[in-house]
């Protein structure tokens, strides 16, 4: 059973078209982290988020930290094939290092 | 800096075989990290080091793996004998911090290495 539950596991989707996954748990986190992962190399941190209820933008990415800081949102405008990849959220909780199962992203053009 | 360094890419070995993995971090973070990816369990945590010392190896799956960090510079990731199941991708990666503060205070994850087993 993995603590951070990402979903969906699998999107497939057209160039253009909005999307939101998402990363929850039963636990709190102090901070969560997103990144993406590119096939043959490794995640690259996009934003890290601290404080429940906040909200990051990064261009055309909008993070989400749950108010009770167990889950997170990221959602995708107008998505291009450069967001394909893996987006995989990861949470510490204690000195404790966790990542979700990630969630594979295709954007056809 | 030309970030986190592994080596080597990709690893082919036969079960029972000793296999060293290797990472250099980038200069000046204090922390490095070894994980492991698979597609049944995704990213996990090995073990990670703060100043060149173990902090928390209670990743480690085993005693057939070992690591060591001898100097700021280098690590090795060293698993003998090796299985089948040892079968994975090995990222290592290194930080300022020990909890990302964002993207410039997070982790900087190498290229990792694939190693199968056979």
């Known amino acids: 059973t993995q603590l951070l539950e990402q979903s969906p596991q699998f999107l497939s989707i057209q160039e253009g078209e909005n999307l939101t996954v998402y990363c929850n748990s039963s636990?709190?986190?102090?901070?969560l982290q997103w990144y993406r992962q590119e096939p043959g190399e490794g995640p690259v941190l996009l934003v890290t988020?601290?404080?429940?209820?906040e909200v990051k933008k990064l261009k055309r990415l909008t993070f989400q930290f749950g108010d009770a800081r167990k889950d997170s949102s990221l959602h995708i405008t107008a998505a291009q094939p450069g967001d394909t990849g893996l987006y995989l959220c990861?949470?510490?909780?204690?000195?404790?290092?966790?990542f979700g199962s990630g969630t594979k992203l295709n954007v056809k053009p | 800096d030309a970030g986190v360094i592994q080596s080597p890419r990709h690893e082919v070995t036969e079960m029972g075989q000793e296999v060293t993995l290797r990472c250099k971090p980038i200069?000046?973070?204090?922390?490095l990290f070894w994980y492991r990816q698979t597609m049944m369990r995704g990213l996990e945590l090995l073990i990670y080091?703060?100043?060149?010392?173990?902090?928390?190896d209670s990743g480690m799956p085993e005693d057939r793996f070992s690591a060591k960090m001898p100097n700021a510079s280098f690590s090795t990731l060293k698993i003998q004998p090796s299985e089948p199941r040892d079968s994975a991708v090995y990222f290592c990666?290194?930080?300022?911090?020990?909890?990302?503060?964002?993207?410039?205070?997070?982790?900087?994850f190498g290229s990792g290495t694939r190693l199968t087993v056979v």
């Open positions: 990666a290194s930080s300022f911090l020990l909890v990302p503060k964002g993207v410039d205070y997070g982790y900087t």
């Open positions: 636990s709190v986190f102090s901070s």
């Open positions: 988020v601290v404080t429940g209820g």
């Open positions: 990861a949470a510490n909780n204690f000195n404790k290092f966790y």
């Open positions: 200069s000046g973070h204090d922390y």
């Open positions: 080091f703060n100043n060149n010392v173990p902090i928390d």
